[in-house]
C-alpha cells in the first residue's frame, strides 16, 4: 500500500461522490469506495453502504462518512473463510471517530448539518439552507484520515 495508490483511491471515491448522476456514491458508500480500492478489494461491495448514508437511512445518526470507514475497516480485515479475526483492534477506529468530532464537533449527522433530513421537509430544508455543502469536506476528511490509517497497518503489517 502506497501514499499514491491511496490518493488515487480518494480521487476516483470523491469523483463518485460529488457525481449528481446515476453512478452518485453517497457519504458512506464514497468513503467505503475509497477503502475499497486502497486495499485492492472489490469496489462493487460499495452497495453494502447503500443504507448507512445521511446517519443511516437519512435518520441523522452517525455520520455516513464514519459508518463507510467502519464497513471498509471490516471488510479489509475479514480473512480468507469470512470470519473476522478474534483480535479485531478498535484503537484505529475510535481515534478516527474521536478525531472526526474534535474536528467538527459532532458525530451524528443531524448535530452536524444542524437539521434533521429524515423527513421530507427537513431534506429540503437541508438543501435550501446549503447545509449539505457541509458534506464533501467530511467525506474527504474521512478519506484522507481512512488512507493514512490502511497505508499505516499495512507498513506494520
Known sequence: MTPKKCEEAKAQ???????????????AQAVLSGGLLAT????????AANY????????GQT???????ALALG???LN??????RNSAFEPLQRLMRDFEQEFGAIACKDLLGCDIST???????????????????VEWT??????????QAAQG
Open 120 to 138: 421530507p421537509e427537513g431534506f429540503r430544508h437541508a438543501k435550501k439552507t446549503q447545509a449539505l455543502s457541509r458534506c464533501p469536506v467530511f
Open 52 to 59: 448507512f448514508g445521511g446517519g443511516m437511512v437519512r435518520m
Open 143 to 152: 478519506i484522507d484520515r481512512l488512507g493514512a490509517l490502511i497505508c499505516e
Open 63 to 69: 455520520c455516513g462518512a464514519i459508518t463507510g470507514a
Open 13 to 27: 471515491a470523491m469523483a463518485g461522490y460529488l457525481d449528481p448522476g446515476p453512478n452518485h456514491l453517497n457519504c
Open 75 to 77: 471488510l479489509r480485515d
Open 40 to 47: 485492492d478489494q472489490d469496489p462493487a461491495l460499495v452497495s
Open 80 to 85: 480468507a473463510n469470512g470470519a473476522l479475526p
